[in-house]
């Protein structure tokens, strides 16, 4: 009896383990608090292109916005509610409502399926159109439209009146255009308010699992993070380093790259690797992202190979990988091994002018155990912090200074270049920041 109460307990320790273990481990994350007190979005920058470049941004994860949750989130100058309707559709609007001033996205309601109604006064917005509307059939609601002649001073206007009338007749809020791409929701913000160019490209990734994901508060220019991606050299310096408990003349990294963008003409002679099996595996990706002809001008492609160095003498070719830049927020880096697969997703969100905050999400084979996941979280967020640490302390470079001489050189001319296009209106819109969206 005693070894079969032995067995009971061992076996139920066994489970609690195991439960406790999947509980971590199944969608593993490392989450950075934004520090209030933090001033170092404040250090003096030099001078700089727009903080909000038009293009895709990431709004959430599909699993973080259930039928009928309200959130809101001051995404690239803009507050925007945004929520999920009982159609199970996801809606993104101006956050303030047009009668009082109250945000829609703290403490508002869905309503009508596809509504989102004002926890001030009721007033209810149709997610699709942007209309005030009175019941479930959208019927529109006719207010009068007041306002002051001069709000800063208060003085009257010619009929002697503070406050004035100026229209009657249905009124609206602004909507965004939102995506919902394989778990994750984007929204289209531009300057000028031009229709989408592009569109984020849904990966053929049915046979990864969204495994892990990680957020970090980052003080810089939104374009120092993803011009990373085409910066060569910084590898040699930043990413050598394997692991801080292993001496780098025992074990360290050495990183071979190239970049491009996809519409160069030579783009498929300069990028194809030499390699048969990465190739082919790179030939798979080129396919799944060229095919959406209209994302080719805003895509920026890089390869990456990544080489084991042992004694400071043997190398091994360990991994390759191919990323995906597109527009001006997003990342997809694909790496590949002998034995898995992983991708990684980066995404920015533009918090305030040099407060970024950055998501790596990471999707694995299933076959991975959770741990593994983790793991690989961890050794990529090592290398993320390694250049988070120059980019809260640099300044950005106006006046460009570059070897020409050299490939690497070249590749950040041309990125920064490609970049360029994604600014189009944004100044004049952050000269604008303070007019309400009604």
């Not at 001078?47 to 989130?73: A, F």
């Not at 009257?156 to 809020?173: D, L, S, T």
Request: glycine share 6%; net charge positive; with cysteine.
């Amino acid at each position: 009896m005693a070894i079969l109460s032995y067995e009971i307990v061992l076996t139920l320790t066994a489970f609690l383990l195991y439960y406790l273990y999947y509980k971590k481990f199944k969608f593993f994350t490392i989450i950075e608090k934004l520090d209030e007190k933090n001033v170092r979005n404040k250090l003096p920058r030099g001078k700089c292109p727009p903080s909000y470049p038009n293009g895709w941004y990431r709004l959430c994860r599909s699993g973080e916005l259930q039928p009928g949750e309200v959130k809101e989130i001051k995404l690239c100058g803009r507050h925007i509610a945004y929520y999920r309707g009982t159609d199970k559709q996801v809606y993104a609007v101006a956050a303030y409502c047009p009668h009082m001033g109250a945000n829609l996205g703290i403490g508002g309601q869905v309503k009508f399926r596809s509504c989102i109604e004002c926890p001030f006064h009721g007033w209810t917005f149709d997610g699709k159109s942007g209309l005030c509307v009175n019941s479930e059939q959208l019927e529109p609601k006719i207010v009068t439209t007041y306002c002051y002649p001069d709000i800063e001073r208060v003085t009257k206007n010619q009929k002697g009146e503070y406050i004035q009338k100026i229209a009657e007749g249905e009124v609206k809020i602004k909507t965004y255009l939102v995506k919902e791409i394989k778990g994750i929701v984007y929204i289209w913000l531009h300057s000028k308010e031009a229709k989408p160019w592009y569109d984020v490209v849904g990966e053929e990734s049915d046979h990864l699992t969204l495994r892990a994901e990680s957020i970090n508060y980052v003080n810089c220019h939104i374009q120092e993070i993803p011009e990373n991606g085409a910066d060569m050299r910084h590898f040699d310096y930043i990413h050598a380093s394997a692991m801080d408990i292993i001496p780098p003349w025992l074990v360290s990294l050495k990183w071979e790259m190239k970049t491009k963008n996809a519409k160069d003409s030579d783009f498929l002679k300069e990028m194809t690797h030499p390699v048969p099996r990465c190739r082919q595996y790179q030939k798979q990706l080129f396919d799944q992202y060229f095919k959406n002809k209209e994302l080719i001008p805003y895509l920026n492609v890089l390869l990456l190979d990544g080489y084991v160095i042992l004694f400071n003498r043997f190398k091994f070719h360990a991994i390759w990988a191919t990323g995906f830049q597109m527009g001006p927020s997003t990342v997809a880096l694909y790496v590949k091994s002998a034995i898995f697969e992983v991708l990684f997703k980066q995404s920015i969100q533009p918090v305030e002018k040099f407060t970024q905050k950055v998501y790596h999400t990471v999707f694995t084979n299933g076959y991975l155990p959770y741990w593994f996941s983790a793991y690989l979280l961890h050794a990529e967020l090592r290398q993320v912090l390694f250049d988070v640490k120059l980019w809260n302390a640099k300044i950005f470079s106006e006046t460009l200074r570059y070897n020409l001489k050299t490939y690497s050189d070249q590749a950040l001319l041309q990125w920064r270049q490609w970049y360029s296009q994604f600014y189009d209106g944004a100044a004049e819109f952050e000269k604008g920041l303070d007019i309400l969206e009604w």
